[in-house]
């Protein structure tokens, strides 16, 4: 990747956030085009630069989010630690990510309705690949015999349900920071998985 290239993915992805952040305070349908250049002292011309419309704007903040988990959690998975380590360094990874990206994954609720069957398939098959990436920890756990035998796919849905539910939860205010939160809940979810 050239320069050039490396300068207009960084500005590709700081619009992304702060759009996000916008639409995420003022929901899709009421927020223009117009307040999204100007919260980012752009030109709405030069933000058509970037992107085609609003709606390419959020599919592409989705397909960074995504894209950015899987790449966390690949790069965990090959670690040479523990299975039981890197699961827990996994969901530490997941929920502080989470927590930074607030804004993007709130934007991920019914996402049908925005979105055309194409992209929705190019979505899912990206958390369909994250969550895969779970489901092979959880099996590499239960082989080393140090995770219960259980429904894989079950114990992996409860899992991620009670990560992102953190997001509704976590203050920034309260005693622990977003790392310590995530090392907190990593461990008590474990909990379900290892062989005591």
């Not at 919260?39 to 630069?49: I, Q, R, W």
């Not at 979505?123 to 895969?132: H, P, S, T």
């Not at 899992?159 to 992102?164: E, K, Q, V």
Request: net charge negative; glycine share 4%; hydrophobic share 40%.
């Amino acid at each position: 990747m050239s320069l050039r290239q490396k300068k207009i993915a960084k500005k590709k992805e700081d619009i992304l956030r702060t759009a996000v952040s916008i639409l995420a305070e003022k929901g899709y349908q009421g927020t223009t085009m117009e307040e999204i250049a100007s919260s980012l002292l752009m030109t709405k011309g030069s933000v058509y630069y970037y992107f085609k419309d609003k709606q390419d704007l959020l599919y592409q903040s989705q397909l960074m989010l995504l894209q950015q988990s899987l790449i966390n959690i690949k790069t965990i998975q090959q670690e040479n630690l523990p299975v039981v380590d890197r699961f827990k360094k996994a969901m530490v990874a997941h929920i502080t990510y989470l927590l930074d990206e607030k804004s993007g994954f709130e934007m991920m609720v019914k996402l049908e309705q925005i979105f055309s069957t194409e992209q929705l398939e190019e979505i899912f098959q990206l958390r369909n690949d994250y969550e895969k990436c779970f489901d092979q920890l959880i099996l590499e756990g239960i082989n080393d015999e140090v995770f219960e035998t259980v429904e894989i796919t079950i114990v992996r849905n409860t899992i991620l349900g009670a990560m992102n539910w953190v997001t509704q939860w976590y203050s920034p205010e309260g005693k622990k920071d977003a790392t310590e939160i995530a090392e907190t809940v990593s461990d008590y979810l474990s909990r379900i998985l290892v062989i005591k």
